[in-house]
Structure formats: C-alpha cells, structure tokens
T-cell receptor
Framework: LAKTTQPISMDSYEGQEVNITCSHN???????ITWYQQFPSQGPRFIIQ???TKVTNEVASLFIPADRKSSTLSLPRVSLSDTAVYYC????????????FGRGTQLTVWP | GAGVSQSPSNKVTEKGKDVELRCDPI?????LYWYRQRLGQGLEFLIY????????KSGLPSDRFSAERTGESVSTLTIQRTQQEDSAVYLC?????????????????FGPGTRLTVT
C-alpha cells in the first residue's frame, strides 16, 4: 500500500494561503495523488487530483515535484468555511479505486 | 442532480442484533464502495462493486459483515450480531467506474453516511 504522511493539524487565519504537504515515498508509476475534503457529519468530497507538476482548479492548486515523493495542496485565501479535514491519498489505479484514507489534516481557520 | 443517498442517517441498536444499511448511488455509476469511519479516524475500506463483476470483499473485517448490490443500483450492507466495536459512521460512495480513465483516476462521490451506535 502507498502510505502517506501528513500533519495531524494546522491552524490559519481568514485570508491567508494554506499549504498542506503530504509525503508518499513509495508512490508507484501508475499512482495518482488525490486530495479529499471532509466536513463534520459529511462524507469526503473530491478536491483535486494530479500526477506530476502543477494542477489548478477553482478550489485549490496541487504541486508535485519531479520525484513525486511528496505533494502540496495549496488553498488560496482561506475562509472559515474551509475548516475541515483534508486527506491526501495515493490513488492506485491497480487497486481499482479502493481508496486508503489516513487520519488526514484537521485545518482550522480562525477569524 | 441527485447525489449518493444513504439510509437511515442514524441507527441505534442493541448488541447482538442485525442491522441493514442502504445506499442509493448516483444513477449511471457502475462502481460502488462501502467504507467505515470510526470516531476521529480516517476511512477504512470495506467492499466495492464494479458492474456485474464479483465484488471485492477484501476489506470486510469479519464474516458478520456482508453486502449486496442489485445490478448497478441500490446496495445494502448487513452487519449480523452487532458488537460495540461496530459503532462507526458507514459511508457509501459511487463513481462512474473503478480505476483509471485516460490520464486520471475516477473520483468517488460520497453519501452523508449512516451513524451506527451499538449499545
């Protein structure tokens, strides 16, 4: 299994940029890096996915260095509503979508 | 459009009783997954269905757990002789299909979960 390591918790203030880094040293060639967000009492929600370099969507950016052993989720100008748990996953296509979630990073945004 | 729905939203049961949890996936999604999330923990994969293929049951924790899916529609997760350690939120997810597309991996759409409490 491709294990990921990410901080247990992070704090930020409204309007700041937040970067959450995840390490996945044993990532394989066919693996994708996927981030999900989970609010209390809800199921996780897909945020962004990437394979290498940089991916950006309307919600976040994902930076992946050339060796792909880590990735950084960047949330620009966070608001209180971004308070959630963020999961970094190595989505192994060979396991046909069986996602392995760790404990994630609890991001708390303060006013 | 409608997302993944699950019922009941909450279930309290006595130890030793059987429970049945239901998941209605997004229409047209061929892949369906069940996960378990204990308090303060990440998600634990239980089982997944892909079309008419045999389900992947590799994550089921014991033979008290079973799941069925009718075609590409509703799925039920059954827990027999419930134990207190079964208390958790049970999440269902669906995706257009399992695995890789062209240059991406299919995202999963999660339901709100069923909170199971075994007393």
């Amino acid at each position: 299994l491709a294990k990921t390591t990410q901080p247990i918790s992070m704090d930020s203030y409204e309007g700041q940029e937040v970067n959450i880094t995840c390490s996945h040293n044993n990532i394989a060639t066919n693996d994708y890096i996927t981030w999900y967000q989970q609010f209390p009492s809800q199921g996780p929600r897909f945020i962004i996915q990437g394979y290498k370099t940089k991916v950006t969507n309307e919600v976040a950016s994902l930076f992946i260095p050339a060796d792909r052993k880590s990735s950084t989720l960047s949330l620009p100008r966070v608001s209180l509503s971004d308070t959630a748990v963020y999961y970094c996953l190595v989505d192994r296509g060979s396991t046909l979508g069986r996602l392995y979630f760790g404990r994630g990073t609890q991001l708390t945004v303060w006013p | 459009g409608a997302g993944v729905s699950q019922s009941p939203s909450n279930k309290v049961t006595e130890k030793g009783k059987d429970v049945e949890l239901r998941c209605d996936p997004i229409s047209g999604h061929t892949a369906l997954y069940w996960y378990r999330q204990r308090l303060g923990q990440g998600l634990e994969f239980l089982i997944y269905f892909q079309g008419n293929s045999a389900p992947d049951k590799s994550g089921l924790p014991s033979d008290r757990f079973s799941a069925e899916r009718t075609g590409e529609s509703v799925s039920t997760l059954t827990i027999q002789r419930t134990q207190q350690e079964d208390s958790a939120v049970y999440l269902c997810a669906s995706s257009p299909r399992a695995g890789l597309g062209l240059g991406f991996s299919y995202e999963q759409y999660f339901g709100p979960g069923t909170r199971l409490t075994v007393t």
